[in-house]
C-alpha cells in the first residue's frame, strides 16, 4: 500500500540540514497519490547523499530512513530524480 495521508510529511536532508519539505498530493488523472519536492542547496551541496525522512501523521512516527528506488541519490541543481518507495504500514 502506498501511502496516502496528506497531512503525512516527507522531508528531505543534506547531513542534518533540512533541505526540502512536502506531503502526498492527490492525482485524479492517475486516481493516485504523489509526492513531489522541491530540494534546496547551493555549490557546497553538489553530489552530497539526500536522506529522506518520513512523518507518519496517524501514528505521529517518524521513519528516519526511507528507502529509494535508486540506490544513492545526491544532491543537483535543476535535476530531476526517480521514484520514491514509501514503506507499507
Not at 69 to 78: C, K, L, M, T
Request: charged share 15%; with cysteine; glycine share 4%.
Amino acid at each position: 500500500m502506498f501511502q496516502e495521508d496528506p497531512e503525512d510529511i516527507l522531508a528531505v536532508f543534506i547531513d542534518d540540514l533540512c533541505v526540502g519539505v512536502t506531503s502526498p498530493t492527490f492525482m485524479s488523472s492517475n486516481n493516485a497519490y504523489f509526492t513531489f519536492a522541491n530540494i534546496y542547496g547551493n555549490a557546497l551541496h553538489n553530489n552530497k547523499p539526500l536522506i529522506f525522512k518520513l512523518w507518519d501523521a496517524s501514528t505521529g512516527r517518524i521513519y528516519p530512513q526511507i528507502e529509494t528506488s535508486i540506490d544513492d541519490i545526491r544532491f543537483a541543481p535543476a535535476t530531476i530524480i526517480g521514484i520514491l518507495c514509501v514503506p507499507s504500514w
